[in-house]
């Protein structure tokens, strides 16, 4: 892929989106055993409707995941500097959460060029469900990854 | 209520060995496509030394070892009423496969709002390489809601 570059972009500039299939039970069972997060709110309907919630619903590092692919889809992840996010709302099964991100703002930290994204996921109903900021490294001129 | 003698309270450390294996898994799990989370091949022409943990793969080490569970236990924090809150990476160094991370966390702080219907946990952590070198600082916002 082709970098972007401190030269090549502006503020306002967005990240191709990324867009998730619909949340199912196979994905949070498979991101459970992944990930490590065996919380059976996320995969055991039973516990889920217990905790009086309607169903299971995703973790939230499974969003947060898929934030990090929205990002290092567009720079190569040895340039990632800092990824801060606040999770708003609940993923719900069938939710259809798409990822996007734009230039906030550019700065210079200890001599090196960075670019400020805002990042956020919404659903099919545009209620954002994560939003946060990450920053990047950018080299000054093109490099092929 | 959380009690707030919690507070300064460091968990044990957690060690955690990128494997290839698990970080293939994890990029299944997450959609993951780009071969560098998936081919060594690829990783290493990307210039890693091995397939490279995604951003937010190190959270799984406090959940592999048990030391999350047992926070929750210690703070009376039931899984039905846990959310996650906020989560914070700073990034310092790739962890690749190959790699063994440890992760060594303290409660910095805890807090309510809403007259106590919403309680707050504030975790931070320090994960390190097997050469001691600072690889991440994570900060973690954990909500229990009543």
């Known amino acids: ?145 | 209520m959380i009690d707030k003698k919690w507070i300064g309270h460091e968990l044990p450390a957690s060690v955690l060995p990128i494997e290839r294996t698990r970080l293939q898994f994890f990029a299944k799990a997450i959609g993951e496509t780009d071969s560098v989370y998936t081919d060594a091949a690829a990783a290493r022409d990307a210039g890693y030394p091995d397939l490279p943990a995604p951003p937010t793969f190190l959270f799984a080490a406090e959940l592999d070892s048990g030391a999350s569970n047992q926070l929750l236990d210690d703070l009376q924090i039931p899984l039905s009423k846990l959310l996650h809150g906020e989560q914070s990476f700073s990034y310092h160094r790739p962890a690749c496969v190959g790699d063994t991370v440890t992760v060594r966390s303290t409660v910095s702080d805890i807090y309510d709002k809403k007259n106590g219907a919403l309680e707050f946990v504030v975790k931070t952590s320090r994960a390190t390489n097997q050469r001691d070198e600072l690889v991440a600082e994570m900060r973690t916002v954990i909500v229990c809601r009543h």
């Not at chain 1, 516990?47 to 299971?56: E, I, L, N, Q, T």
């Open chain 1, 1 to 145: 892929m082709t970098t972007a570059t401190y030269d090549s972009i502006q503020i306002g500039d967005e990240l191709p989106a990324l867009q998730l299939p619909p949340v199912n039970r196979t994905t949070l069972a498979l991101f459970a055993g992944a990930s490590g997060d065996h919380n059976p709110i996320h995969i055991d309907t039973d516990f889920a409707r217990k905790a009086g919630m309607p169903d299971v619903f995703a973790q939230g590092m499974l969003g947060m995941a898929w934030l990090g692919r929205l990002v290092t889809g567009w720079v190569p992840q040895a340039q990632l500097r800092r990824f801060d996010v606040r999770f708003l709302g609940i993923t719900h099964l069938g939710h259809v959460v798409s990822c996007s991100g734009e230039v906030l703002r550019l700065q210079e930290v200890d001599g090196e060029r960075q670019a400020v994204l805002e990042i956020r996921s919404v659903n099919q109903f545009g209620e954002t469900r994560i939003a946060g900021e990450a920053v990047v490294a950018l080299p000054n001129t093109e490099s092929k990854r």
